[in-house]
């Protein structure tokens, strides 16, 4: 969606969108034409400028009839504009072609502003690429939004939203695309195509350069494929040259039929969505470099497809990681931890980074113990915790902590190798945490978010519709913003 700032309201807007702040109608209404309709409509509906709702009418201004569009911002929080912003585009954007919307009536913070314009813009995308047959009614239509009146720090704040939404475009196009159109080289050729010219520094390893490195347990998940794994790694030094002061990795499993373990075929569709990880990675080193962050950041991705071939690994095999840590197989399709683990050794073996945040769609059991509100954290450091908490309550990208301890730890040992890929029934999120967390060095601060409920929604939210979320992308950007660029 294309956004434009103006000083004034342009004569021939399609639809007027009035915000209303919870129990201020009238004080919203004061200089608008046709307030008594409005008002009647708004009584009619029950709508009092409750957070996301909304309601229409038309009314005469001079010898114009004008499409009005009220939209409740309930308290005025930055979240109640962003929840407002979305409920706009799901209401006009199959029925409008250009809205305006006046905020010279109503209380505002830049970063609510910017959020209720993020919100607009985001809850518009819809990849409707493979729809040969829709019907006009249910095509989209919603192209530009004018934002009224034209204020700099306004402006200013939705540069950083449209790069953080930039971001999301491409993550969710990632998520929702067919695994026989998305798959690890050809997820790589998206990214480096799309990335183009933004000054990210690109590496991409292919098999043969994995084996050299020794990167046996990414390696293993991706034998049974006939679709070669790939590292892709995105460095944007905003700071100037050297080593990057944070690393994001992402698990890149363009597609998941859980290897010689296999899932039941119910559902098994949905494992399209098992990179949201390495999405969410890309997303954000795109927002990064669109919005020249002041930070040295670098994001890897492990890219593999897990498919049940006769040359996949077997329940009971021995992998060894580019670690040197070797792993006895129990369960092929506990194969996220293997990708993440040579890419977790990796990025420390050659940018020497200090803090790592990984991301994975890895455990149902995180579904279960979560929900689709949450992604569950885990970490070895307390002040990491805190600072991830923290930008996922101001971004909307909600975590929720978990634990993690050696007695937790001492559930992957094996009596064969160095560790095994799944403990027990019990605790399993916390697990998969562990087994990453043994290939972390000492000193090292890291985080590892299961984003397992969140990178696919059943239901729409404030800055999606139903499908791919776009989850991580505007978690990641807050935590650089508030962290790494000071």
């Known amino acids: 969606m294309k956004i434009e700032f103006a000083a004034s309201l342009p004569q021939d807007a399609e639809v007027v969108v009035l915000p209303v702040a919870k129990g201020q109608l009238d004080q919203t209404l004061v200089a608008f034409g046709g307030r008594e309709v409005l008002k009647a409509a708004a009584a009619a509906a029950k709508f009092d400028g409750e957070a996301g709702a909304t309601i229409e009418s038309f009314v005469s201004v001079g010898e114009h009839i004008n499409r009005i569009v009220l939209v409740g911002v309930g308290d005025g929080e930055d979240s109640d504009w962003e929840k ?15 809205i305006a919307i006046d905020l010279e009536h109503s209380a505002h913070s830049p970063e609510g502003a910017a959020r209720f314009i993020g919100a607009l813009a985001q809850r518009a995308w819809r990849i409707d690429t493979y729809r040969t047959k829709l019907p006009e009614k249910q095509k989209a239509t919603l192209a530009s939004a004018t934002i009224v009146p034209l204020v700099d720090a306004d402006k200013e704040h939705w540069a950083h939203q449209n790069a953080v939404t930039a971001g999301l ?35 991409v390893l292919g098999p043969k350069e994995m084996e ?16 070669e794994g790939r590292l892709l790694a995105l460095k944007w030094s905003g700071k100037g040259k050297g080593d990057p002061d944070l690393a994001l990795v992402g698990k890149g499993v363009t597609f998941d039929t859980g290897g010689i373990s296999l899932k039941p075929g119910a559902g098994m569709e949905d494992m399209k969505w098992d990179m949201g990880g390495a999405g969410a990675v890309v997303g954000a080193m795109k927002a990064l470099a669109t ?19 006769g040359n996949a690994i077997r329940p009971s095999d021995i992998l060894t990681s580019m670690s040197g840590q070797t792993i006895e ?32 769609t890895l455990t149902g059991a995180m579904i279960i113990a979560l929900g689709n509100e949450h992604a569950g954290l885990f970490s070895n450091d307390d002040g990491l915790a805190d600072q ?7 971004s909307g990208d909600l975590l929720w902590r978990f634990p993690i301890s050696d007695a937790y730890n001492k559930l992957i040992d094996s009596p064969i190798a160095d560790m095994k890929n799944v403990g027990p029934r019990g605790a399993g999120s916390i697990t998969a945490a562990q087994f990453i967390g043994r ?24 800055t999606y519709d139903k499908g791919a979320t776009g989850y991580g992308v505007r978690l990641l950007d807050r935590f650089v913003a508030d962290n790494f660029e000071k």
């Not at 050299?212 to 679709?227: D, I």
């Not at 919005?291 to 071939?309: T, W, Y």
């Not at 908490?389 to 101001?394: Q, R, S, T, V």
């Not at 290939?439 to 059943?458: C, S, T």
């Open 84 to 98: 407002a912003g979305g409920a706009v585009t799901a209401r006009l954007l199959t029925n409008a072609k250009s």
């Open 439 to 462: 290939f972390v060095e000492a000193g090292v601060k890291w985080a590892h978010l299961d984003i397992a409920g969140m990178v696919w929604a059943d239901k729409p939210g404030a």
């Open 291 to 309: 919005r020249k962050a002041k930070a040295n950041v670098i994001g890897v991705c492990g890219l593999v497809e897990n498919m049940p071939d």
């Open 388 to 394: 991830l908490l923290a930008a996922g309550k101001a």
């Open 212 to 227: 050299k490195l020794g990167m046996g347990a990414l390696l293993g998940v991706a034998q049974g494929s006939t679709r």
């Open 329 to 360: 197989v129990l369960n092929t399709d506990a194969e996220g931890r293997l990708v993440l683990c040579d890419c977790v050794t990796w990025v420390q073996k050659t940018h020497r980074v200090k803090t790592i945040v990984d991301l994975a």
């Open 169 to 203: 475009d491409l993550t969710r196009t990632l998520v929702s695309e067919p695994p026989n159109i998305v798959y690890p080289a050809s997820f790589v050729d998206r990214v480096t195509a799309d990335v183009e010219g933004l000054g990210l520094e690109i590496t």
